[in-house]
C-alpha cells in the first residue's frame, strides 16, 4: 500500500498531460474593445436619431476606422531564402637564418670538452623554421515558408497619422491539442479593401505567431539530451 501512495505523485502529472486542456488566450494579443462614452447615459434625449459616437455611414464601405473595429488580414505569406558560403585559405611560410661569422671566427656550441671542432648543423647558430596553415570551410542553408488562411483582428488604436495598430488572436482545440495563430501590426487605411479585408504582406511592422501545444507539437521536439548534443555547448 505505501508503495502505490508513493508511486500516486508521480504518476498524477502523467495522467494530466494526456487530458486535453482548454486554449490559454495570450493578452498581448487580446481583443480591443471599443470606448464608451462617459455622458452617453447622461445625454439628454432629444429625439433625433444621431448619437455622437454612434453615427453609422450609410453611403460608403464599412472598413475599419475606429478602435475597436473588426478588420480581417488575409494571410499570404509566403517566403524562400537561400545562403551557400564557402571559404578557403592557405599560407606558407619558412624562415632560414645561416650561422653568422663573427670576427672571422664561426661559432660553435654545444660540443663537449675534448671533442674536436666540427661545423655541422647542430652545433652552431643556424636555424631554419617553416609553418604552413591551411584552412577550407563551407556552409549551405535554405528556408522555406508558407502560410495561408484568413484571420479577424480588432483595432487597438489609431496613431496621429490615421494608421490603425491592429491585433488579435485565433485558436482552435483539437482532439490532438491546441493550434494558435497570433497577429499584430500597423496598417493603412488606404491599403484595407472594400470588403474591410488587407492582406498581411501589408502589414508593417507586423508579428505573425503559428503554434501548437499537445502531443502532436511534442512529438515535434526534440528531447532535452537531443538538444544539448546539437547546441553549441556539446563540446565536440
Given amino acids: 500500500m505505501k508503495t502505490r501512495l508513493t508511486l500516486l505523485?508521480?504518476?498524477?502529472?502523467?495522467?494530466?498531460?494526456?487530458?486535453?486542456?482548454?486554449?490559454?488566450?495570450?493578452?498581448?494579443?487580446?481583443a480591443s474593445l471599443p470606448a464608451i462614452p462617459r455622458d452617453r447615459d447622461s445625454q439628454?434625449?432629444?429625439g433625433g436619431i444621431y448619437r455622437p459616437g454612434q453615427e453609422i455611414t450609410?453611403?460608403?464601405?464599412?472598413?475599419?476606422r475606429?478602435?475597436?473595429d473588426i478588420l480581417t488580414i488575409r494571410l499570404v505569406e509566403s517566403n524562400d531564402a537561400s545562403k551557400k558560403t564557402k571559404t578557403t585559405t592557405d599560407r606558407s611560410t619558412t624562415t632560414s637564418v645561416t650561422n653568422p661569422t663573427i670576427l672571422g671566427t664561426t661559432p660553435q656550441f654545444g660540443l663537449p670538452s675534448g671533442l674536436p671542432l666540427v661545423s655541422t648543423s647542430a652545433n652552431n647558430l643556424g636555424t631554419s623554421l617553416s609553418s604552413n596553415t591551411t584552412f577550407e570551410g563551407s556552409g549551405d542553408s535554405s528556408q522555406s515558408n508558407s502560410i495561408k488562411?484568413?484571420?479577424?483582428?480588432?483595432?487597438?488604436?489609431v496613431l496621429p497619422n490615421g494608421n490603425l495598430i491592429v491585433r488579435g488572436e485565433k485558436r482552435f482545440n483539437l482532439n490532438t491539442g491546441n493550434e494558435y495563430i497570433k497577429l499584430s501590426g500597423i496598417v493603412r487605411p488606404e491599403d484595407i479593401d472594400s470588403d474591410n479585408t488587407v492582406e498581411s504582406t501589408k502589414v508593417?511592422?507586423?508579428?505573425?505567431?503559428?503554434?501548437?501545444d499537445?502531443?502532436?507539437?511534442?512529438?515535434?521536439k526534440l528531447g532535452w539530451l537531443a538538444r544539448f548534443f546539437i547546441s553549441a555547448l556539446f563540446p565536440f
Fill in 66 to 68: 475606429r478602435i475597436g
Fill in 149 to 157: 488562411g484568413n484571420i479577424s483582428v480588432t483595432v487597438a488604436d
Fill in 44 to 46: 439628454p434625449a432629444t
Fill in 214 to 220: 499537445g502531443q502532436v507539437a511534442d512529438a515535434n
Fill in 9 to 30: 505523485p508521480l504518476l498524477l502529472p502523467i495522467l494530466l498531460a494526456g487530458c486535453n486542456s482548454m486554449p490559454e488566450r495570450d493578452p498581448a494579443f487580446a
Fill in 58 to 64: 450609410l453611403f460608403e464601405d464599412q472598413r475599419a
Fill in 204 to 212: 508593417a511592422d507586423a508579428t505573425i505567431i503559428y503554434s501548437g
